[in-house]
Each structure stands twice: as structure tokens, then as C-alpha cells.
Nanobody
Framework: QVQLVESGGGLVQAGGSLRLSCAAS????????LAWFRQAPGKEREFVAG????????YYAESMKGRFTISRDNAKSTVFLQMNFLKPEDTADYYC??????????????????WGQGTQVTVSS
């Protein structure tokens, strides 16, 4: 079982940056593949970025490439999402999620059994 708690959301102007954190409770945190998803009002939850247990493999949704960076610190059981050059369309609730390792990084939300409660990001124009 994994408990996840996100933090770092807030209000930022377009072009600004935010760094989201997700702290996990699991003793076996380092075994899990981790990901960030987001959900804007009235829209489906979408994959943002994922990272495997050893950090040697990451994957990003196309619209986030070059702007967002996912990383993890297994010693601190924490995963991060650095978001730069934010746009108003990045406004959403951001969630971290965990799943057992599989081949590659899965982008489907249904593959992740463990979720945090979300943190709100609002980007003003």
C-alpha cells in the first residue's frame, strides 16, 4: 500500500514556474513507477509525465516536453514535477500516482492503483 501526498500547487502567472512534490509513505517506494496526471475542470484526467524506479527512464506527454521535468529522490520517498514556462492551459488539479513496475512507463490512469489527493495549479494570463 502506498499513500501519496502532493504539495507545491498555487497561483502563478503565465511564463512562470512551479515545483510540485509528492511524498510517499511506502517503505518500498523505490520499487514503484511514479507518474503525474492532471485534470482540468470538465476534462478527463490526462497523463503528464512518468518515471521508473531507477530514474533512468522518463516519459512525457507531448505538450509538456521541454517545459516539465519529472524526478525522484528514493532516499526521501519523494517525486517532483518541475514546471516551467507555464501556460493558462496548464491550469488543473495535479495528481501523483504509483504503480508496480511494468515494461515501459504506462500512460493510462487505470494502470495506477495508488493516488494522491491532488494539488491545484492555476496559471493566470
Amino acid at each position: 500500500q502506498v499513500q501519496l501526498v502532493e504539495s507545491g500547487g498555487g497561483l502563478v502567472q503565465a511564463g512562470g514556474s512551479l515545483r510540485l512534490s509528492c511524498a510517499a509513505s511506502a517503505r518500498t517506494f523505490s520499487r514503484y513507477t511514479l507518474a503525474w496526471f492532471r485534470q482540468a475542470p470538465g476534462k478527463e484526467r490526462e497523463f503528464v509525465a512518468g518515471i521508473n524506479w531507477s530514474s533512468d527512464r522518463t516519459y512525457y506527454a507531448e505538450s509538456m516536453k521541454g517545459r516539465f521535468t519529472i524526478s525522484r529522490d528514493n532516499a526521501k520517498s519523494t517525486v517532483f514535477l518541475q514546471m516551467n514556462f507555464l501556460k493558462p492551459e496548464d491550469t488543473a488539479d495535479y495528481y501523483c500516482a504509483a504503480t508496480v513496475p511494468v515494461n515501459g512507463i504506462v500512460t493510462s490512469a487505470t494502470a495506477y492503483p495508488f493516488w494522491g489527493q491532488g494539488t491545484q495549479v492555476t496559471v493566470s494570463s
